[in-house]
């Protein structure tokens, strides 16, 4: 891959993150750049071709860590691992989170690569479940774990467009705050809580605290951003028998 077309690959990922794919084109990539339309056609024939290349990237890196180790037993700590390395990847490329249904539309190819892609990584987390049973760290039966599989999948592929839904409207259009995607990880946490065994359950309250948020962020989420008091959510109590 040539200087330039990794430049260009590097700031569209850059303004797309920013400011949202939909208002970015290529003249914004090349002016950002400081080189013609033409040099960048000459590498892309369109705004297209980019994202295509960006999401390949993305697919990469994925493939990558959905991996197990086949010399040890994974530990907790190679739990928190993947949780460090799904909120990199939904950080490094929120936009094609922030609205992927709209870039699926406009490729076919994307769309085709994308299924194939969501069906090769469910097989690869798979493993990694699995490799968690194996080391005693989680405890379900094969409905469960596939259902869990689907429902964390959904909720990481989907959590950077559902918090962006709810930014101000003068709000949408800047970088999402990467503490908006910690939340996220907390919340793929509660759904694998009731799973979790060994050491995985003895550190629980150690990775949700790693994730959760300040009273801020949940503002977003929760009229109110803590739970209520004690004392307040008590129930009056009846008088007499």
Not at 58 to 68: D, H, M, N, Q
Not at 91 to 99: C, I, M
Not at 178 to 190: D, F, H, N, P, V
């Amino acid at each position: 891959m040539t200087h330039t077309r990794e430049r260009i690959l590097d700031t569209a990922l850059t303004l797309f993150n920013e400011r949202g794919e939909r208002n970015v084109t290529t003249n914004h990539i090349a002016a950002e750049l400081g080189i013609s339309p033409g040099n960048l056609y000459y590498h892309f024939r369109n705004k297209a071709d980019i994202v295509f290349e960006l999401f390949k990237r993305y697919e990469a890196r994925v493939v990558e860590f959905l991996s197990v180790p086949t010399d040890r037993e994974l530990t907790w700590w190679d739990k928190m691992g993947y949780f460090e390395a799904i909120l990199q990847n939904m950080w490094e490329a929120r936009f094609f989170h922030r609205d992927p249904g709209h870039l699926l539309d406009q490729d076919d190819a994307l769309r085709e690569r994308y299924g194939n892609f969501v069906r090769l990584s469910l097989d690869q987390a798979m493993e990694v479940y699995r490799g968690l049973q194996r080391s005693g760290l989680l405890e379900a039966t094969e409905e469960e774990i596939r259902a869990l599989l689907v429902n964390t999948w959904v909720l990481a592929a989907s959590w950077t467009g559902f918090v962006h839904s709810l930014l101000p409207a003068g709000e949408r259009q800047a970088a999402l705050d990467r503490s908006l995607l910690e939340q996220g990880i907390y919340q793929l946490i509660c759904l694998e809580a009731p799973y979790l065994r060994g050491e995985a359950r003895e550190h629980l309250e150690e990775m949700k605290q790693r994730y959760r948020q300040a009273p801020d962020t949940l503002t977003l989420l929760f009229t109110r951003s803590s739970p209520p008091d004690t004392a307040e959510s008590a129930a009056p109590a009846r008088s007499g028998a």
